[in-house]
């Protein structure tokens, strides 16, 4: 019999495997309504799903291995990084979906929770004032206007599989919608800024790195709540707290 692994789990949602089948279970359906829609348009391999029962999604495994892990060095070859920026491109270059990105507040909202969020970290003493205020004056970057493309919304390293240096698929789509591409290659790529180029190179066109780079402050600053009230460890080496201070 299968043991059931418990992949992650939080009070949002959970993801178990059961031999080559991964269960997702997520209260809000509106998610996995995204995921299911997301993959049927997107241009680059994704998991087959194989039922779904709500609050329950069924998605076959994926062969291969994930690109890395935040926080660990990547075994995946260079060339495995840039055949995973151009799938990036792939999906870019696709038609938008109909559907925003779950992500996609205006740039005046993302500015205010931002604030809001930097604000949190210095009076609750969880990080250094001067390091919060360093990586929010880096965020700025990212806070301006972008043309839309189609955007997986939420590309960890561990979401993109690879078998060599070839892409098997890419998955949890349920974030997908309208979006900034430089927001999906700052995710990437988090946290393995020596892979940045591979993935660039992949990418195929010019890209300011500094909205990426300004993404990775962004992102982190906004993520290190989150992560504590939900049982991760943002201060672990390499994470989020780590790519705060690799920008000072």
Known sequence: MDEVEVVVAHSE????????????????????????????????????VLWRKPPVLAIAA??????????????????????AGAA????HDAPLPPWPGRGGRGLDELAADLDGECEWL???GVLPADLVTHNRQVAQAALRP??????????????????????????????AGQGDALFDLA????????????????????????????????????GVRWLVEHGFDPFAPGCEVDVLRSRM
Do not use: C
């Open 146 to 175: 972008w043309t839309p493309v189609f955007a997986h919304g939420d590309l960890q390293i561990t979401h993109v599989f690879v078998d060599g240096d070839e892409i098997t698929g890419i998955i949890d789509w349920s974030e």
């Open 122 to 124: 210095v009076t609750n």
């Open 88 to 91: 990036i491109r792939k999906l």
């Open 13 to 48: 949602r959970a993801t178990l495997r059961v031999g080559d089948v991964f269960l997702k279970v997520d209260a809000d359906q509106a998610r996995i309504d995204v995921e299911v829609a997301a993959m049927a348009l997107a241009p680059v391999p994704t998991p087959e």
């Open 187 to 222: 995710t990437l790529t988090l946290g393995h800024e020596e892979h940045l180029g591979d993935v660039v190179a992949g990418y195929g066109t010019d890209v300011d790195l500094d909205v990426i780079r300004a993404w990775w402050s962004l992102r982190s600053l906004l």
């Open 62 to 83: 994926l062969p291969g291995t994930a690109l890395g892990r935040l926080g660990e060095p990547s075994t995946a070859s260079p060339a495995a990084w840039a055949t």
